[in-house]
């Protein structure tokens, strides 16, 4: 099973760029490296996800690096809403995520 | 769509009943997850499906848990009998991965049901 490695929780700055990072060190070549994000009360929901080249979308980015052997989350804003847990969670196979307790974002007005 | 459905919402029940949980996918996806979160572990796979056959069961913490998926638009969660170390929100999710030469699959959550024994 590949396994992530996430810190606790992180602190930013309302309208400040937030980099949350995860460490893929047992990532296999063919996983995809995804992130999730849990809104308080709610379930989680997709963010971005990533095989080798960073992505772009309208939530976040996706910086990879070359080794794969661990991945940024880049919010380049963060507001209030923003403020949940973010999940980088690993593989076991194509279908099976293994998700831990994942990095809890606070957003500071 | 309406998303993944979950009922209950909330079930408050005490120790040694019987406890059913249930989901609904998204119309067309063929593969349904049952997670567990809780503060101390973090969110957890506890079994998936594939057209309504049991894949993968390993994360079922013991035989008073059971998962069935008798169609393909509707799954249950069952504890029988139920212990207060079971209190948990307990999420359903499902996905239609894409596949290709490197297999893509985006989970869809249900909004979870919060689970307390007393």
């Known amino acids: 099973d590949a396994k992530t490695t996430q810190p606790n929780s992180m602190e930013s700055n309302e309208e400040e760029p937030v980099h949350l990072p995860c460490n893929h060190s047992t990532i296999s070549g063919t996983d995809y490296i995804h992130w999730y994000r849990q809104l308080p009360s709610q379930g989680p929901e997709y963010v971005i996800h990533g095989l080798t080249s960073n992505v772009n979308n309208r939530m976040a980015s996706l910086a990879i690096a070359e080794d794969r052997k661990s991945s940024t989350l880049i919010l380049h804003r963060a507001t209030l809403r923003d403020a949940a847990v973010y999940y980088c969670p690993g593989a076991s196979g194509t279908y099976k995520y293994i998700f831990g307790t994942g990095t809890r974002l606070k957003v500071l007005a | 769509d309406a998303g993944v459905i979950q009922s209950p919402r909330h079930e408050v029940t005490e120790m040694g009943q019987e406890v059913t949980l249930r989901c609904k996918p998204i119309?067309?996806?063929?593969?349904l997850f049952w997670y567990r979160q809780t503060m101390m572990r973090g969110l957890e796979l506890l079994i998936y499906f594939n057209n309504n056959v049991p894949i993968d069961d390993s994360g079922m913490p013991e035989d008073r848990f059971s998962a069935k998926m008798p169609n393909a638009s509707f799954s249950t969660l069952k504890i029988q009998p139920s212990e207060p170390r079971d209190s948990a929100v307990y999420f359903c999710?499902?996905?239609?991965?894409?596949?290709?030469?490197?297999?893509?699959?985006?989970?869809?959550f249900g909004p979870g049901t919060r689970l307390t024994v007393l």
């Open positions: 999710a499902s996905s239609f991965p894409r596949r290709g030469v490197i297999s893509y699959n985006e989970q869809f």
């Open positions: 119309s067309g996806h063929d593969y």
